[in-house]
């Protein structure tokens, strides 16, 4: 048990009664160098350690990688898709998938990937020939009106327009 003056600063235990940095045996129950009696029932060390631990390992903490930079590298990691579960053959063909293609690519790339609007496509329906997505625009939209339809039954129109700014199924319908 810790004192409940025990706290983190610059990663290191700080005795706010004290006004200064401390080690865990000054501040451990069995000590009164604090001369104060009142300790936190949880495992204060633990949950102390396991947290500077994990900014250790954290490229957050080194300041190599923008925080928000970090959060996208994650999302990426942890690629989904509402369309489909089967990411590994194209969505249109088939065929052994190559990319993950961010349905609404450009600025809204991360939005699209927040919202695992992504579908699995092979090099020629990703960017290689006319066929690609990418170079298509009439298989794009159709994409597009086809992820925006399953966002709204899943979740709503009003969501889709705030985080995507475009009613595409509106905008596109004559198209
Ligand atoms: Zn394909
Ligand atoms: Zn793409």
Not at 48 to 75: E, V
Not at 103 to 108: D, L, Q
Not at 134 to 155: C, S, V
Request: hydrophobic share 30%; charged share 30%; with cysteine.
């Amino acid at each position: 048990m810790y004192c409940i003056y025990l706290k983190k600063r610059k990663n290191k235990p700080f005795c706010k009664l004290l006004d200064r940095e401390i080690t865990f045996a000054e501040c451990s129950a069995e000590n009164t160098v604090n001369n104060c009696r009142e300790y936190e029932t949880k495992n204060f060390k633990n949950s102390f350690y396991k947290k500077s631990t994990l900014n250790k390992k954290s490229p957050l903490k080194s300041g190599k990688i923008k925080k928000q930079t970090y959060k996208h590298q994650k999302a990426d990691r942890n690629r989904a898709s509402i369309i489909t579960n089967n990411l590994t053959n194209c969505y249109i063909c088939g065929k052994k998938t190559v990319n993950i293609h961010e349905i609404f690519y450009g600025s809204y790339r991360h939005t699209s990937i927040k919202w695992n609007l992504t579908i699995p496509l092979c090099l020629e329906h990703h960017t290689f020939g006319e066929n690609a997505i990418h170079n298509n625009r009439k298989l794009d939209l159709k994409i597009k009106i086809l992820a925006q339809t399953i966002f709204e039954n899943k979740f709503s129109k009003e969501l889709f327009i705030k985080e995507f700014g475009i009613d595409y199924i509106e905008k596109y319908k004559k198209d």
